[in-house]
Each structure stands twice: as structure tokens, then as C-alpha cells.
């Protein structure tokens, strides 16, 4: 019970700094998560050796702030630019993961541009808000709910009655009963917010909705398991112990990394 209870003051904490900062606006959102990003690039020292994770980390921040800075003004080139350079870094530590290079120059590259490109991306989704005629907060609310109640619901249903793992060397408390627990309240969560919100978009509001709650989920739920794996093969149980009860920065936004890249693709190409 304690335990539970840590978690659940730990998570409010957390939904209430990220949510409360994006709602106050960009340079509030900016600095919330530029603080969660130095987090998880600082917790990279138990994946890798680092003589210092100090210059690591001010790479990844000023990489973050200019991405940001740059992002009111993208052209096609530049979104596609940045998202290959996610979608590069991601396969290349997915081929990387099982032979752990402890000192290597490039899987550590490769780490940083995986870890911020995602936290450059959320903070350009007030656009899209905008550009559907929403307040500012409107998608990455939307995107963030997705993915609690997808993390909440699987995680729930899969202690209750998950008896299947996903994937029993990556992470043997991922059941596929958990998985498809999720799913459906993915569904329904798509379904509600296709009531409550009207959106002009190039498609029906009710295919819009729900496959923007899947790519959110799916995906979020590969991001999971990717960054379980790379936590099995550096033989450590959490990223960090920011959050009591959740682990470190990149344990929370595990599938935040893999979601807003794929949404944004999405976002691009029903809104433009």
C-alpha cells in the first residue's frame, strides 16, 4: 500500500510540473522539459562510461534549444530533416543494443539525438493546436493523455490478470493481456475525445481520433519495450530514481520518445 501510494503522489507531482507547464505557455514548456531532458541524458551514465557526463549533457540542451528555437519556422525539409535523424539513431541503437559498446563515441551520439529530437518535437505541437483552430495545449494534452491512460490501464489490467508476457527476456511483467487492456482504453479514450472536441481535419473526426490514439499507444508501447531491453542488456532494474516509484526521466518518457515522432508524421500529413 505505501508503495502504491508513493507512486501514485510521485505520478500527480509529475502530470501536475508537465501539464501546468505546458499550459502557462512555450518558455514555460520549454524549461519544464529541458529539465526532464537533462534528467534522462544525465542517467545515460549507467548505460555507457563517461569520463564526464557533464559536456554530454550541454550538448543535448543546446541541441534541444536551438531545435526549439528553429521550430516556429519549419519547412517540410526541416521536419524531415529531424525526423530522420531520429528514425537513424533509433535503428541504428536498436542494431547497437545487444553488444554494448561501453565507451563508444557513437553509440552515445546516437543515444543523445534519440533522447532530445522527441523533446524538440513536443514543443512544436502547439502548432497544430493552432492550426486546428484549438488553444495551444490542446494536442499535447491530447497526446499525453493517450499515453497515461494506455500506460495506466495496461499496467492495471496486466497485474490483475496478465498471465501471457509480451516478451519474457525483455520485460516479463508486460503481459499480452495488459497490452490488449490498454487497447481498449485507448479505443474508448479516442472515442470520447472524438465527442468532446470538433476538428477540421482532411479526414472524419471519429478515423482521425482513434488513429491518433493508436499511433500514440502502439508506438509508445515500442518505445517501452526498447528502452526495457536496453535496461536488461546494462543489467539495471530503473534509469534513475528521480521519480520514487517510477524510476529515472527516461523510464517516464519512455513512450513519449517513440510517440511524438510518429505523431507528428501523422499531424504533417492530415493537417497540411
Not at 8 to 37: E, N
Not at 79 to 108: D, G, R, T
Not at 117 to 134: A, D, H, R, Y
Request: proline residues 3%; charged residues 10%.
Amino acid at each position: 500500500m505505501k508503495k502504491f501510494l508513493i507512486r501514485t503522489a510521485s505520478a500527480i507531482i509529475f502530470a501536475a510540473i508537465l501539464l501546468g507547464s505546458i499550459y502557462l505557455g512555450k518558455i514555460w514548456m520549454l524549461v519544464a522539459l529541458g529539465f526532464f531532458l537533462c534528467a534522462a541524458l544525465y542517467e545515460m551514465k549507467h548505460f555507457v562510461t563517461f569520463k564526464t557526463i557533464i559536456p554530454y549533457i550541454l550538448a543535448g540542451v543546446l541541441f534541444y534549444v536551438f531545435g526549439v528555437a528553429a521550430g516556429a519556422g519549419y519547412t517540410y525539409r526541416q521536419w524531415a530533416a529531424i525526423i530522420v535523424i531520429f528514425a537513424i539513431s533509433f535503428l541504428c541503437l536498436l542494431m547497437m543494443q545487444n553488444n554494448y559498446p561501453e565507451k563508444s563515441f557513437i553509440f552515445k551520439t546516437f543515444a543523445l539525438f534519440y533522447l532530445t529530437v522527441p523533446f524538440i518535437l513536443f514543443n512544436t505541437l502547439p502548432q497544430f493546436s493552432e492550426k486546428m483552430g484549438q488553444a495551444s495545449y490542446f494536442i499535447p494534452y491530447c497526446l499525453l493523455a493517450t499515453i497515461w491512460v494506455g500506460d495506466a490501464t495496461a499496467y492495471i489490467v496486466g497485474s490483475l490478470c496478465g498471465k501471457h508476457p509480451m516478451a519474457k527476456k525483455i520485460s516479463p511483467h508486460k503481459t499480452w493481456e495488459g497490452f490488449f487492456g490498454g487497447l481498449t482504453f485507448v479505443i474508448i479514450t479516442s472515442i470520447v475525445l472524438s465527442y468532446l472536441f470538433d476538428v477540421q481535419v482532411g479526414m472524419t473526426q471519429w478515423l482521425f481520433w482513434l488513429l491518433f490514439c493508436l499511433i500514440t499507444y502502439l508506438t509508445g508501447t515500442l518505445g517501452d519495450l526498447f528502452e526495457s531491453k536496453l535496461k536488461r542488456t546494462a543489467e539495471i532494474k530503473d534509469s534513475g530514481n528521480l521519480m520514487p516509484g517510477h524510476g529515472g526521466a527516461f523510464d517516464r518518457f519512455d513512450s513519449f520518445l517513440l510517440s511524438v515522432p510518429c505523431i507528428i508524421i501523422f499531424l504533417l500529413t492530415v493537417l497540411y
